[in-house]
């Protein structure tokens, strides 16, 4: 069954697509990843997204207008993945995370927009999405959903391995000894972004290569402060979003260190940098594995990755490539895993890894051109999986 899988992260920077074609054999699964892509979201679309996302008000008939153009861009990269890597049986979207509610550490509700009709449409193919959100009904976070495939790639791995992904949001997913957990651990790119974004830092939004963070200084009263952020206290499973980390939490952070307007914007990044390599590499050793397996755009910064390996000499870090799941589109073949998943019958979740009461089947399927026909079922769920290009 080939599925195409597709989503948006946190860095709401465009649309990563992954085309996996698997077959089982037992209870190994196996799949082979043809496409990939990334397709940056036109600059005045992005921009239009990031000025509705929270704390800022909005308006619903933003949202709609959002939903479509959103839909639209998502329906145009699939077209493009079926066009250069032939045709698939399932499309899995999704979408944008505009607002991920959490009160008292429990999700309360999420949404994702995108509109996947616009997907079947042009590409007349069945489409998955809403996939967090059945999760969620069940007690879970609805976060993060990659830890079903962290879990079936490094259930074998001995002395326990950790799978981090470095979007907007870092998360991780630890397994060892059969059991498994998953959770977000705080920002990883989102708080750097909005910085260079907002100060005009470079055109490209991020701080391409650690550049930025690489020409600066680590405030230690900002970090101080920084540190001092509730959520990294609380227990796991839990999740987070940018309707915590964003612009405002950064000012909010230098005004409370009395360091606002005397911070220089490399120093500035420097230290936020530094937060997310001392949250990870501090929940790293709590977990006490052997193995740090990277995914994310965050592993490409190379003052992260030379910090965490710094913090971790203990631990082998290392990108998730060396996996068959290539770091900057593993969540894209997350989500067609999660696919072949629900198509077949099988859950998509693993309440280890987020929190819910018990595993789900996920996703709401749009019909494509002709009737929805679904593979037999099945009862059991693979036990591992094996990655190739």
């Known amino acids: 069954m080939r599925v195409l899988g597709m989503i948006s992260g946190t860095s709401h920077d465009g649309i990563d697509v992954a085309v996996v074609d698997f077959s089982r054999t037992g209870e190994v699964l196996e799949g082979r990843v043809g496409h990939t892509a990334s397709t940056p979201y036109p600059e005045e679309l992005r921009a239009r997204l990031i000025a509705a996302l929270p704390p800022a008000p909005t308006t619903l008939a933003e949202v709609c207008v959002l939903d479509t153009l959103i839909g639209q861009r998502f329906a145009a990269a699939a077209a493009e993945a079926i066009a250069r ?7 899995v979207s999704h979408g ?14 999420t949404l994702q927009i995108g509109q996947p009709a616009w997907i079947a449409e042009r590409t007349g193919v069945p489409v998955l999405s809403d996939v967090r959100v059945r999760d969620i009904t069940a007690g879970g976070h609805g976060a993060p959903l990659v830890s079903v495939l962290d879990g079936l790639l490094l259930g074998g791995h001995a002395g326990g391995a950790a799978a981090l992904n470095l979007g907007g949001i870092a998360n991780m997913t630890v397994v060892r000894e059969g059991a498994l957990s998953a959770y977000d651990i705080g920002p990883a790119n989102a708080l750097i972004d909005a910085v260079v974004t ?5 055109e490209r939004g991020f701080d391409e290569d650690g550049a930025i963070a690489a020409s600066g200084r680590v405030d230690s009263r900002l970090l101080e402060v920084l540190l001092d952020e509730p959520y990294y206290r609380l227990p796991a499973p839990k999740s987070t979003g940018k309707e915590l980390f964003h612009l405002e939490y950064v000012e909010t952070a230098l005004a409370r260190a009395g360091l606002r307007g005397t911070v220089g914007d490399a120093d500035l990044v420097a230290t936020l940098t530094e937060l997310t390599v001392r949250t990870v590499a501090d929940d790293v050793r709590a977990a006490g594995v052997s193995a740090l397996v990277v995914s994310g755009g965050g592993c490409r910064n190379p003052v992260i990755m030379r910090g965490l390996r710094a913090a971790l000499p203990g631990v082998e870090v290392a990108p998730s490539d060396a996996y068959g799941a290539p770091a900057d589109d593993k969540e894209a073949i997350a989500f067609a895993l999660i696919g072949w998943l629900t198509a077949h019958g099988l859950p998509g979740t693993v309440p ?3 929190g819910a ?33």
């Open 85 to 91: 890597g032939g045709p698939v049986d399932l499309i």
């Open 352 to 354: 280890g890894g987020t």
């Open 198 to 202: 907002s100060r005009r830092l470079n």
């Open 357 to 389: 009461s018990a595993a789900r089947i996920l996703g709401t399927l749009t019909p494509g051109a002709g009737p929805l026909v679904l593979p037999a079922p099945m009862t059991e769920p693979p036990r591992s999986l094996v990655l190739t290009r």
């Open 96 to 109: 944008q995370t505009v607002f991920h509610w959490v009160e008292g550490a429990h999700a309360r509700g």
